[in-house]
């Protein structure tokens, strides 16, 4: 409004950021910034030679030699075993504290609530980290276990938030006159839940489990810290192969857990998006 | 009536009111409500936006609890059971079908929840696909389905159970005029065949009128008044609901005194009439008599008890014609006529006509 002349000058012309100088070449120029060094990766884990940086032909040696490595079999079933009981205990919890958010009466302090339930998306994972060590080992101390448990409670904690919005979500987008039919057709409270809000709310669920899941699997900073001596995951093993010596079977590693996360995130998307 | 040919009454509220505390203070929905409702009436919720028909419906269906009053449902006080313990199902405004089950599941929720063996349900489901036509689709999922076929799943849900007491909530307001029509047919059916008690909400003057059994008029949380549809359109108790129910004529009138069994009253200089006095009605204050357009007929110029007016507009509407007049006093009423068959009469606008009127189509209405 500010300038007639050019708003009559480009009249009939929705406004589009496209048309500002660059813009589209700015773009461009993110997305090789974004893709290039993942191409890279993925190429060179095909590699023949043992360069990372050095083309000699394709090969699928390194994903047989990183197969074979007992020291990454070991990491990886950690990294499952973890990730699958941390994303499971997280989408319990989140479930219930999504219902409890949004199949309540409006109650004080709900905005308090959701603050405390997305706290690991606000507070930096280092002091997270840094929590969770020293109150682990003031556990350790005191009654001698050194388990598994303290990591799959660690990535249970701070997945509670990833697994908590998509459930969250699901069911705001559920209009709750389903649950009134439910009840004027003979549901008790129970059966309400177990035969309507649960099956409706379900896509939700599994897509916060997969957003978990997937969460729990590539965390190195908070699993660097609250680890025991032999409890690597691939990602910290990876990292302390990498300060030895780097060979493309850290790229075949790499490739495989892209793929598998590519492979969840297709699930998620499809799971929350609206249905039509 | 003789007290033994009553029917039974299937719902009953006494002096049932709702209030809403809020922040900006206390709202009162429903003011000390009483209606009876008989088993087997199609019976109506009238009024405007805002009334408090969904109010009074979601109390009866369990989802509101009476602020004061009481509920009966075939004479047990129902106020404190929860809905689900209610003999009493829904057609919502949404229709809310479970969109995870398909449409034979929708219809067999409610009886599964009531623990019925599952031949009675297959059974019944069957019966209820039929009684709606909708046997061809029982497998699909209700987003499968469109909103006329969705409405009528929605009906066969909530009376697979056999319900003591039917509540519909505007359950045609999403459908479009044709759709409507027949399903206003199809209620009526349903009705009939079933024999269970319909509480049906409306505010479509003309829907109430052409399927209830009886209407109740609600106004600001108050019931105006109860009757059956012809009652209520030619002794309508105030002149809201003369306004609200068909298209009414307001006039004018001045006392000329109290007479055997009523008061006599002059309409325009020329038209003097005797009418019951309602009760609420000052004969010394301002009157209005209210006259319906059909009951109004024009006449010659000068003709005796009629009134002078002017022809200020003709609207053709297919089987009537309105006439728009403008009396001597300013006043703007509008005649109705039906017409006839053959070369249709002419009547120039501008002409200078008579207005009249039996003496019993002239009522005198309370505010
Ligand atoms: N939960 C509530 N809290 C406060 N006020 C409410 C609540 N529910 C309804 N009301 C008020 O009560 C009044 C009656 O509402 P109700 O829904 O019964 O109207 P209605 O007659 O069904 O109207 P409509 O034809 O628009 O559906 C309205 O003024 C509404 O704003
Ligand atoms: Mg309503």
């Known amino acids: 409004m500010a300038e007639p002349s050019s708003t009559r000058r480009r009249s009939g012309r929705p406004f589009s950021v496209r048309h500002l100088p660059g813009f589209t070449l700015v773009a461009a120029a993110c997305f090789v910034m974004l893709y290039a060094p993942i191409v890279t990766l993925v190429t060179y884990s095909f590699n023949g030679g043992e360069s990372i940086a050095l083309w000699e032909g394709f090969s699928l040696r390194w994903y047989v030699s990183a197969w074979a490595n007992e020291a990454v079999q070991e990491a990886t079933v950690r990294s499952l075993v973890v990730a699958v009981l941390a994303s499971g205990i997280a989408t319990a919890l989140a479930t219930m504290a999504a219902l409890g958010t949004t199949r309540t009466g409006p109650f004080p302090g709900r905005m308090v609530i959701y603050a405390l339930i997305n706290q690991p998306l606000m507070v930096p994972e280092i002091v997270t980290a840094v929590a969770l060590l020293i109150f682990f080992a003031m556990i350790k101390i ?47 409270p129970w059966r309400t839940f177990r035969y309507v809000t649960l099956p409706l709310m379900t896509p939700g669920i599994v897509a916060g489990a997969m957003l978990a899941f997937v969460i729990s699997l590539d965390d190195v900073v908070i699993t660097e810290f609250v680890k025991s001596a032999g409890q690597d995951t691939l990602p910290t093993y990876m990292l302390g192969q990498l300060r030895r ?19 969840l995130l297709t699930v998620f998307f499809a799971l929350t998006r609206k249905r039509g | 009536m003789e007290a033994q040919s009553q029917p039974a009454v299937a719902m009953e509220a006494r002096g049932v009111s709702k209030i809403f505390r ?3 203070g206390d709202f009162h929905a429903l003011d000390s409500v009483s209606v009876s409702i008989a088993e087997g009436e199609f019976f109506t919720l009238l009024g405007p936006s805002g009334c408090g028909k969904t109010t009074l419906l979601r109390m009866i269906a369990g989802f509101e609890h009476p602020s004061a009053g009481q509920l009966l449902l075939h004479g047990e006080d129902i106020s404190d059971l929860p809905p689900y313990r209610r003999q009493v199902n829904t057609v919502f405004q949404s229709y809310a079908l479970f969109p995870h089950l398909s449409v034979a599941e929708n219809i067999a929720f409610g009886l599964r929840m009531l623990g019925r063996p599952n031949a009675e349900v297959d059974q019944t489901v069957d019966r209820m696909l039929k009684l709606v036509k909708m046997e061809p689709m029982r497998n699909r999922l209700t987003s499968q389905i469109s909103g006329g076929q969705q409405q009528r799943v929605a009906l066969a849900r909530a009376l697979a159970p056999a319900p003591k007491v039917l509540l519909l909530d505007e359950p045609l307001s999403a459908l479009d005029l044709k759709l409507r029509k027949e399903m206003q047919i199809e209620l009526k059916r349903l009705q009939h065949e079933t024999g269970i008690t319909f509480i049906f909400v409306t505010h479509d003057q003309e829907e109430a009128l052409t399927m209830s059994d009886r209407i109740a008029v609600m106004r600001d949380g108050h019931v105006l008044q109860i009757g059956a549809p012809r009652e209520i359109y030619d002794q309508p108790a105030n002149r809201f609901v003369a306004s609200f129910i068909g298209e009414t004529n307001f006039l004018s009138a001045t006392s000329e005194g109290i007479v055997d069994g009523g008061i006599r009253i002059r309409i325009g200089d020329t038209v003097s009439v005797e009418t019951d006095l ?15 357009p059909e009951h109004i007929v024009l006449r010659e110029r000068g003709a005796p008890d009629t009134l002078s007016a002017t022809l200020t507009n003709a609207v053709y509407f297919g089987t009537d014609t309105h006439y728009h007049l403008e009396l001597a006093s300013g006043q703007h009423p509008i005649a109705r006529r039906q017409n006839a068959a053959g070369a249709p009469e002419r009547v120039e606008i501008g002409a200078a006509i008579g207005v009249a009127f039996a003496p019993s189509a002239a009522r005198l209405l309370r505010d």
């Open chain 2, 22 to 24: 809020g922040p900006e």
């Open chain 1, 142 to 188: 005191a009654t001698g276990y050194t388990g598994l448990a303290y990591l799959v409670l660690a990535h249970a904690a701070f997945c509670v938030p990833f697994a908590y919005l998509p459930i969250r979500a699901r069911l705001e987008g559920m209009d709750l006159s389903y649950e009134t039919a439910a009840a004027d057709l003979y549901a008790t």
């Open chain 1, 245 to 263: 010596m780097v060979t493309p079977e850290v790229n075949a590693i790499s490739t495989a857990l892209l793929a598998l996360t590519v492979l």
């Open chain 2, 278 to 292: 309602p009760d609420g009605v000052d004969p010394k204050g301002d009157l209005t008599v209210v006259v319906r």
